[in-house]
C-alpha cells in the first residue's frame, strides 16, 4: 500500500456517516507504519469479509448472478460511488497504467 | 477471506473489489472451529509460514455490499487525460484520448455486470464489441 491509498483510508474512515453510501465504502479500524531501513511498511486493519462477488461468482454453478442479487448488489455499489464522487470528491476507477500521477485528496 | 490484492493489482470498480459483509457471526466460529480441527496446510519459505487460503461457508444471511480498494483513485474535481482502466474496462473517454472524470466509474460498474451477469462465453464479446466500436470510431 503506497502512502496515498494509506491517506485515502485516513480521509474515508473519517467521512459524513450519515451519508447513505457511507456504510457501503470500505474502511480502515486502524493504520499503522513499521519503519523500516528499506523504506516504511504502511499496514491497513479492516474487518473481514465474506465473498467479493468474484468469489460468489465463482461458488455459482452457472457462474453468473440472479437478478435479484445483481439488483441488490447495484443499488449498494451505486452508493457508495455517490458517496466517493460527493463526499469525498474522488473517481475511484483510476490510475492502473498511469505512472506519474499522484493524488491529492481535499 | 479477503485479504489479498487482486493479482493483476488494479483497483477499479470489478467483481474483485467489491465485498459481502459478515452479516452471520456464526461464521466466524465455523471458521475458526474447522482451523482448529484441521488446521490449513501450509509451507515455510525463508522462515515464514505460508498458509493455504480458507474460504467462509455459506452464511444464512447476506450482510452489507461494500466497495473496497482505493489504490488507483484521483480526485474528481479536475478533468483527468491520462491513461486509465484495464483494456475492456476503459470507458469511451479512455479509449477516445479525451478528458474523463466521475462518469469513469459509473462506465466501470457497467462492465463490472458483464462479468457477473451476462452468460459466460458472451461476455469477453460484448466488452470487446463495445471496443471495437470505440477504436473504429478513434480511427
Known sequence: ?????????????????????????????DLFTIPRQVG??????????????????NRNPAHRFTDELLRAGLSQV????????????????????????????? | MSTRRSANNNADIKADNIFIEIEDQGLLKAFV?????????????????????????????YGRVVLGDYGSVVRGDKPQIHDAQPDVYRCPEVMLKTEWGFPADIWNVGAMVCTVFIPRGKRDQTLTDVHTDLEFIRG
Open chain 2, 33 to 61: 472451529d474447522a482451523e482448529m480441527s484441521h488446521p490449513s496446510p501450509r509451507k515455510v519459505v525463508d522462515g515464514k509460514p505460508i498458509y493455504a487460503t480458507r474460504h467462509f461457508g455459506l452464511p444464512k444471511g
Open chain 1, 1 to 29: 500500500m503506497d502512502e496515498d491509498e494509506h491517506s485515502m483510508y485516513n480521509i474515508l474512515s473519517k467521512g459524513n456517516a450519515s451519508h447513505p453510501g457511507y456504510h457501503h465504502v470500505r474502511t480502515a479500524l
Open chain 1, 78 to 106: 451505486f452508493l457508495a460511488l455517490d458517496y466517493l464522487h460527493t463526499e469525498a470528491n474522488i473517481v475511484h476507477t483510476g490510475t492502473a497504467y498511469a505512472t506519474h500521477v499522484h493524488p491529492q485528496i481535499c
Open chain 1, 40 to 57: 516504511d511498511h504502511r499496514c491497513l486493519v479492516q474487518k473481514p469479509m465474506w465473498d467479493s462477488f468474484r468469489d460468489l461468482l
